[in-house]
């Protein structure tokens, strides 16, 4: 991005070709009481090398040199500095939203493409051009599914992440929609039985999450076909995208709504994140989000438009689908020039680290007396153990030997009172595992 | 395109005509050549009730959103299916084939007070003229 200065003369050239003399003459249409006459608050210029000095200063207040087993939501991928590079280029960078179609081909083609990525992933026929995160997009999912059945009452796992179902709530508290929590299994999976006895027919959506946040596989045919049989749609959600290197798609959902910080985006200070929503042809029109399309132009040459723009508020005001409109575009560029380095071969090589990764780390913790697994149903990246004694406690120990310790689960499941929600990547080695392990023994031995 | 004389009009562009009991809603040549190219028709569900003056549904163009209002209230009895796949209909048969939804009206006698064809025809007029001077 580069900054333009404008020299006294410069300004006083384009003064003169509007016809005006000063600036104050210029802005003399905004009344006097409203006119800022003071400098803004704002500290002086820097010149170049006490720029520099400060954002050095800055940076060496970062922690370096700490192993993370901390998921829970936000997750630690290898990224490429290509994908850095490619965002940082300005056609991207600075662009703004592509309703000219004729000047902004780039970025549509880019959008186009990471929906094409996200419905490959996901089983789905469409994909939308993001949405802010992966809890916003669970919520918009509910609303869209309020929309398509008409019924106000949603059932939501309580292996939903927590701060999707926050979100979900605070949505729902003024607009009616009625939110009911379906708990989990000894396997740590959706209480199927809890779920058909609250199903009826004023159920407009079941929302899962798989892997759910205890990091278990969700059995997702059997939750819909459940769904479908009382007239409510299965709405998935997904905060590690990872998982679909290996899992199958979830094609059974009628609507995923997705995580992508996975996707190329490092886990600084919990985001920015990008969300998406992926769903069936058929219940386009109530999804909301940009859509970019891909079509001909007069002499026929491949070209991309946005499309569907009447569901959207800039047109369809109150009626919108959804009234943000904002999307994450460049987290989603981020999403797609990832996905594209890594490619199907290098996704699937990726999630198999993860999952082999996490289960070597499950084994050597499972050898420390007194440490157990939770929940017996098949795990990504992510599992539960139950430490002799509180989470915080061994996890404050981990901490002054440089590691980040696991999820405290009790600070969102009181009854998971011992509980640690362990994750586990590809960014994780062997050798960080066995530390891991060493640690949490030596904090479990320590005198109380 | 000529305004049938036993359909009623309203001035939101819609029309009904009541046959045994059971009025037809569309919306009129002139809506549909206002709005352009309708690509997709949104329509309640049988079952559904309108209530006179609410918006029960509406019509998507290449240009616009517009919402079709209820002229009468009633329980709708069927939508015109044949739109989903073909919404150019409304375009090329708006008083006829395109038609929205049959409705079995709760009180017949409000059509009467709507537009009759002459009324219409005189209303569209005048906007025409507005638009043109």
């Known amino acids: ?448 | 395109m000529a305004y049938p004389t036993e359909y009623r009009y309203t001035k939101e562009h819609e029309w009904i005509v009541v046959k045994d009991g059971i009025a037809t809603i569309g919306i009129t040549d002139y809506a549909q050549h206002e709005l352009g190219d309708v690509v997709f028709v949104e329509m309640p569900a049988a079952g559904a009730k309108l209530t006179t003056g609410k918006t029960f549904g509406s019509v998507e163009s290449v240009k616009a959103v517009s919402e079709i209002y209820a002229p009468a209230s009633g329980d709708v009895v069927e939508a015109n299916a044949a739109l989903n796949d073909k919404p150019e209909t409304l375009n090329n048969d708006p008083h006829g084939a395109g038609w929205l939804v049959k409705v079995k009206l709760s009180n017949p006698a409000e059509v009467n007070s709507l537009l009759d064809a002459a009324a219409y025809e005189a209303f569209i007029a005048e906007k025409q003229k507005e638009a043109s001077s």
Do not use: W
Request: hydrophobic share 40%.
């Open chain 1, 1 to 448: 991005m580069r900054y333009l200065p404008k020299s006294p003369a410069e300004r006083q050239e384009m003064l003169d070709a509007i016809g005006v003399k000063s600036v104050d003459e210029l802005f003399s249409t905004i009344p006097e009481a409203y006119r800022l006459k003071k400098p803004l608050n704002l500290p002086g210029p820097l010149s170049e090398p006490e720029i520099i000095e400060y954002f050095q200063a800055r940076a060496a207040e970062n922690s370096l040199g700490y192993t993370s087993f901390l998921g829970a939501g936000v997750y630690n991928h290898l990224r490429s500095v290509i994908t850095d590079t490619i965002l940082q280029r300005g056609e991207f960078l600075t662009s703004y939203t592509p309703y000219q179609a004729e000047i902004s081909q780039g970025t549509l083609q880019a959008i186009f493409e990471f929906q094409t990525l996200m419905c490959q992933l996901t089983g789905q026929d469409v994909a939308n051009a993001s949405m802010y995160d992966g809890s916003t997009a669970t919520t918009e999912a509910v609303l869209m599914a309020e929309r398509l059945t008409g019924k106000r009452r949603v059932l939501v796992a309580r292996s939903v992440h927590p701060e999707y179902r926050e979100v979900l709530k605070t949505y729902a508290k003024n607009s009616g929609l009625r939110v009911e929590e379906i708990g989990y299994t000894a396997a740590g999976s959706l209480d199927a039985k809890g779920l058909h006895s609250a199903l009826r027919d004023d159920v407009c959506a079941v929302v899962v999450q798989s892997p759910n946040f205890f990091g278990a596989m969700e059995s997702l045919g059997p939750l819909a076909e459940a769904a479908h049989a009382s007239g409510a749609l299965l709405v998935t959600a997904i905060a590690e995208g990872v998982s679909l290197g290996v899992m199958k798609p979830p094609a059974e959902a009628d609507i995923v709504a997705m995580e992508s910080q996975s996707f190329g985006l490092a886990p600084s200070y919990g985001g920015p994140f990008a969300g998406v929503i992926a769903s069936k042809d058929k219940f386009v029109r109530q999804m909301p989000g940009r859509l970019a399309g891909q079509t001909v132009d007069l002499d026929g040459r491949r070209g991309f438009v946005l499309t569907l723009a009447t569901r959207e508020q800039h047109i369809r005001r109150e009626k919108a689908t959804s009234n943000i409109c904002t999307n994450q575009a460049l987290c989603a560029l981020a999403a797609t020039v990832h996905l594209t380095l890594l490619g199907k071969e290098g996704l699937r090589e990726m999630a198999e680290q993860n999952l082999s990764k996490a289960h070597f780390a499950l084994a050597e913790l499972q050898k420390i007396l007194g440490v157990k697994r939770t929940f017996s149903a098949p795990f990504f990246n992510e599992f539960v153990v139950e430490f002799p004694r509180s989470v915080k406690m061994v996890n404050a120990e981990l901490l002054k030997e440089k590691i980040v310790g696991p999820f405290v689960l009790g600070s969102a499941y009181p009854e998971l009172t011992k509980h640690a929600l362990v994750c586990v990547t590809e960014t994780t080695t062997r050798a960080e595992i066995e530390r891991l392990v060493a640690a949490v023994k030596r904090a479990l031995e320590q005198p109380l």
